[in-house]
């Protein structure tokens, strides 16, 4: 893993715990852990694997704190992993996400507004017999807003849907993930594999390719 990754996680881990800090400090805040499906649509969707026009399901966690009145914030992670027909490959992606809330939680039916900033990570591995032999890494960093409802049963649980519109200037595996699917050998998927990570596309800034995409988002959240 490389510095810019642990950078990601670190920084998506350092958000969480001033969320976590911030719960405790006061009586009048709100804090809310659950779980979420995102369905994202179209290649074009940053968090998918582009040249994939299929609708792509991931499963994730996220905290929330609401500070005060209707302003908080969320960091959430997701994650999917998928296998190609030959079982060559395999592709994982795992979104991090850190918004922030207008959202009243305390209301029973809330529409509310959202917006951040997100990396999207990606990995292929190219298998021999289930063991990996070769990968490939990138991770994109974007930006989203969109908005949604939330609805609460009593004090200490809500469902909510969303949407996000997501952009980023991606790298690495723009137009990769189809190439890799199709691959019918081991030796077709490590020359993929081989030729991205050659290419420095991993983290390469001079080599993005700006696009977006929708993220459709539907889960529970328990509040304390």
């Avoid at 592709?91 to 529409?111: C, D, E, H, W």
């Avoid at 990606?122 to 990968?135: C, I, P, S």
């Avoid at 908005?147 to 996000?164: E, N, S, T, V």
């Amino acid at each position: 893993m490389g510095i810019s990754r642990w950078r990601a996680v670190w920084l998506a881990g350092a958000a969480l715990a001033v969320i976590a800090a911030a719960a405790g400090s006061a009586e009048a805040q709100t804090f809310g852990i659950g779980a979420r499906m995102t369905s994202i649509s179209g290649p074009e969707s940053p968090a998918a694997n582009d040249g994939d026009s299929s609708r792509t399901r991931f499963w994730g966690g996220f905290a929330r704190v609401h500070i005060i009145g209707s302003l908080g914030f969320e960091v959430a992670m997701d994650y999917d992993s998928v296998t190609n027909d030959t079982e060559t490959a395999r592709v994982r992606s795992m979104p991090i996400q850190v918004s922030g809330l207008l959202l009243n939680a305390k209301k029973t039916f809330a529409p509310y507004l959202l917006g951040g900033f997100g990396w999207y990570k990606h990995k292929v591995e190219a298998l021999d017999q289930g063991n990996t032999v070769a990968t490939a890494h990138s991770t994109d960093f974007g930006y989203h807003l969109g908005g949604g409802l939330q609805l609460k049963f009593g004090r200490h649980a809500a469902i909510f849907a969303d949407y996000r519109y997501v952009w980023v200037d991606a790298n690495g595996l723009d137009g990769f993930s189809g190439l890799i699917k199709s691959a019918t050998s081991l030796t077709s998927v490590i020359g993929l594999v081989a030729s991205v990570a050659g290419a420095g596309g991993a983290d390469d800034p001079d080599d993005g390719v700006s696009r977006g995409g929708s993220m459709w988002i539907g889960g529970l959240t328990i509040y304390f």
